[in-house]
């Protein structure tokens, strides 16, 4: 009889515990609905800013996107300097570029921006050289997962002004 009386008192304790069937039913639904609402976001787009300054410094290291996701990219020159002496842009890179032979023949594309067109097959996205003040905004679609480099290719900035663009 104790038995049957605590295999009862055990029984209650447990659906009480459960709070019955049809509430776990709803908590195991309710993760699945905000696993929904998380990935919205990333059909959505995403828009990034980063500023670079009169001291060949850009502000974040890191950018992030989703694959597949619409990108709006904007750069903003915080200096005061004239984009002929410390112009800035924004060239992404795809992984296993070589940065330095990239920023090579960046020095000697003047003419476009110090954008290499011998070299676009290299080039996710970039924006166009911008001085003190100035602001420019692109807009791409973010490439497969991984880690690409990014960097300003004004004649010497690559080595100060880079960071990774890293796509989850």
């Known amino acids: 009889m104790k038995i049957i009386k605590y295999a009862l008192i055990a029984g209650v304790v447990s659906l009480a515990a459960c709070g019955g069937g049809d509430e776990s039913s709803k908590a195991t639904d309710q993760p699945a609905a905000e696993e929904q609402k998380a990935e919205a976001p990333a059909a959505e787009g995403v828009t990034l800013e980063i500023t670079g300054d ?7 290291a890191e950018l992030r996107a989703k694959a597949g996701q619409k990108v709006t990219l ?5 200096g005061k300097l004239a984009k002929e002496a410390m112009g800035h842009n924004v060239v992404i ?3 296993g570029t070589d940065v330095a032979a990239f920023a090579a023949k960046a020095v000697e594309a003047k003419a476009n921006d110090y954008f290499p067109e011998s070299e676009a097959a290299s080039v996710i996205a970039h924006t166009k050289i911008i001085g003190g003040g100035e602001s420019v905004t692109i807009e791409f679609t973010a490439p497969e997962a991984g880690t690409y480099p990014f960097i300003c290719s004004f004649p ?3 080595g100060f002004m880079k960071g990774d663009f890293i796509v989850e």
């Open 93 to 95: 890179l795809k992984a």
């Open 156 to 158: 010497g900035h690559y």
């Open 74 to 78: 904007t750069l903003h020159h915080s």
């Open 54 to 60: 009169d001291v060949m410094k850009f502000d974040k």
